[in-house]
Nanobody, 121 residues
Framework: QVQLVESGGGLVQAGGSLRLSCATS????????WAWYRQAPGKQREVVAA???????NYADAVKGRFTLSRDNAKNTVDLQMNSLKPEDTAVYYC???????????????WGQGTQVTVSS
């Protein structure tokens, strides 16, 4: 079993920064491919940034140049650094990942519970 937990959300003023983290306590599964999504009230859930299993990274046009994906193998987390935040970035942010089993190479997809990001003007 695998559980993903997002953290780092909160309230910031426009122009500020925030760093989101998606963590797993599993010692058997590791991140193989992952993405951050966000959903604001009344809007569709949209992908913000994604990294494929072969290492390619893509960012949504709305966040390009402001958001950056990273990973920390030691802590077993994947992070999203958000700079120059705008009020339109306000949403619940979700971590989604394909997790690979260390011994048998099985891959399963998981979602985190989401973390609220609010940017005030």
């Amino acid at each position: 079993q695998v559980q993903l937990v997002e953290s780092g959300g909160g309230l910031v003023q426009a122009g500020g920064s925030l760093r989101l983290s998606c963590a797993t306590s599993s010692s058997v599964f590791s991140f193989n491919a992952w993405a951050w999504y966000r959903q604001a009230p009344g809007k569709q859930r949209e992908v913000v940034a994604a990294r494929t299993s072969d290492g390619r990274i893509n960012y949504a046009d709305a966040v390009k140049g402001r958001f950056t994906l990273s990973r920390d193998n030691a802590k077993n987390t994947v992070d999203l650094q958000m700079n120059s935040l705008k009020p339109e970035d306000t949403a619940v942010y979700y971590c989604n990942a394909d997790m690979k089993e260390r011994y048998y190479s099985n891959i399963r997809n998981y979602w985190g519970q989401g973390t609220q990001v609010t940017v005030s003007s």
